[in-house]
Every structure is written in structure tokens, then in C-alpha cells.
């Protein structure tokens, strides 16, 4: 384990459902950050909260909004999705301002959009 | 913007033979990190190079950071069957606060008895 969770693990939805992903850490760690990972494509960085802040979109569709409540939680809300939004959603967080500033990942949430 | 490019992108290998991976990217990086995925798993740290030339071994692992800090390489000695996986190295963006990495494209390491 690596003090980063993610709930659901697997989620099923349709294109017009809304519903939401879950990420918690519990490591201290000042910033949390949401990748995309497809089959085809590098990790793709979506968005970084340092200190709660929202310091990265990186382009992301309006069809994904992230909520960081805290420096602990992270949400993804996701809304009128599309197929090719279907792939691995990972939540990671690190302690940003050390030498040694790895990123710890969660287990991640298989994603399929029908 | 930043690109980090890997080779292979994918490698089989038999159980006791050596394996490499490469690492490219387009801007020079303060620093290196990499990562372990196994098939169905998540990316999990392995090491960081911070300094130009670093070499830092890992038991059969050896992590190299070139000298000119844009290029970095893994090799692994002997494969077992636990090495399988996918292998990542990650370049920081900026240097802001916050870690942004940009990763590579990842080498498949399949590993055969």
C-alpha cells in the first residue's frame, strides 16, 4: 500500500451519467495531482493542486472538473463523457518543495464509458 | 512543450538475460525519476538521479543520468520473472512548487522462462 486511494476501482457509466472519483491520501503530502493513462498514450498529467490550489489544467476537457476540499481529498466529477474517455485514472501526491519529491500513486480507477 | 521519449517500447527477454531501456528528452532536466508499473498495477518510485553522470545501483538495477542531463537509462542484470512490467522514467517540468512530470513513454519488459 501506498497511502494513496482511489475509489471506485472500476466504473461502468453511460454518456450522460454523472459521477464522481475519489482519491485520499494519507501521507501529509501537499500536493495532489490527477493522471490519464489509455492504452496508446503516455501518462498524461490532467490536473495539480498544490496546497489545495489548482496550479495545472493541462487542457482538459470541461467534461471533467476537478475538487480538492482539502489537502487529504481529491475528486474528479465527470460528466456527458465520451468513449474515448475510457482508460486508467490515477490519482498520485507528493511533498512538493523537498529534494526528493517522488510521486506516490493510488491504485487507480478502470474507467469504461459506453 | 517537453517531450521524453523511451526505447524500446517493448522488450521480451528469456529469465537470466540483461535488458536496457532508454530515456531522451527534448530540455535539459534537473532531474530523473523512475518508475515501476506491473501489469495491472500502478506506477510506483524507484529511484531519482540528480547529478550529471550519477550512476546509482539498486541490487540488479542500474540507474545512469547522462552527462548533459537530458538522457538516462535503466539496466537491468539477469531478468527475473518479477522484473516484467513497464519501466517509466519522468522529467520535472518546472521548477515550481509543485512536482509536474512529464513521463516517457514507458519500455514493456516481458520476462520468459
Known amino acids: 500500500e501506498t497511502g494513496v486511494t482511489q475509489t471506485p476501482r472500476h466504473l461502468v457509466m453511460g454518456m450522460t451519467n454523472k459521477k464522481s472519483l475519489k482519491c485520499e491520501q494519507h501521507l501529509g503530502h501537499n500536493a495532489m495531482y490527477w493522471y490519464k493513462q489509455s492504452a496508446k498514450k503516455p501518462l498524461e498529467l490532467m490536473f495539480v493542486y498544490n496546497f489545495k490550489e489548482q496550479t495545472e489544467n493541462n487542457s482538459v476537457p470541461s467534461r471533467f472538473s476537478p475538487e480538492c476540499p482539502n489537502s487529504s481529498h481529491l475528486f474528479l466529477h465527470l460528466h456527458t463523457l465520451q468513449p474515448e474517455d475510457s482508460a486508467l485514472y490515477l490519482c498520485?501526491?507528493?511533498?512538493?518543495?523537498?529534494?526528493?519529491?517522488?510521486?506516490?500513486f493510488g491504485p487507480g480507477t478502470r474507467l469504461t464509458v459506453l | 512543450g517537453q517531450q521524453v521519449m523511451q526505447i524500446p517500447q517493448y522488450q521480451h527477454v528469456q529469465e537470466g538475460e540483461d535488458f536496457t531501456t532508454y530515456c531522451n528528452s527534448s530540455t535539459t532536466l534537473s532531474n530523473i525519476q523512475w518508475y515501476k508499473q506491473r501489469p495491472g498495477g500502478h506506477p510506483v518510485f524507484l529511484i531519482q538521479?540528480?547529478?550529471?553522470?550519477e550512476v546509482k545501483k539498486q541490487k540488479r538495477l542500474t540507474f545512469q543520468f547522462g552527462e548533459a542531463k537530458k538522457n538516462s537509462s535503466l539496466h537491468i542484470t539477469a531478468t527475473q520473472t518479477t522484473d516484467v512490467g513497464t519501466y517509466f522514467c519522468?522529467?520535472?517540468?518546472?521548477?515550481?512548487?509543485?512536482?509536474?512530470?512529464?513521463f516517457g513513454t514507458g519500455t514493456r519488459l516481458q520476462v520468459t522462462l
Open positions: 538521479l540528480v547529478k550529471s553522470g
Open positions: 498520485a501526491s507528493s511533498q512538493s518543495g523537498l529534494g526528493r519529491n517522488e510521486q506516490f
Open positions: 519522468a522529467g520535472p517540468r518546472n521548477t515550481g512548487t509543485a512536482s509536474k512530470l512529464t
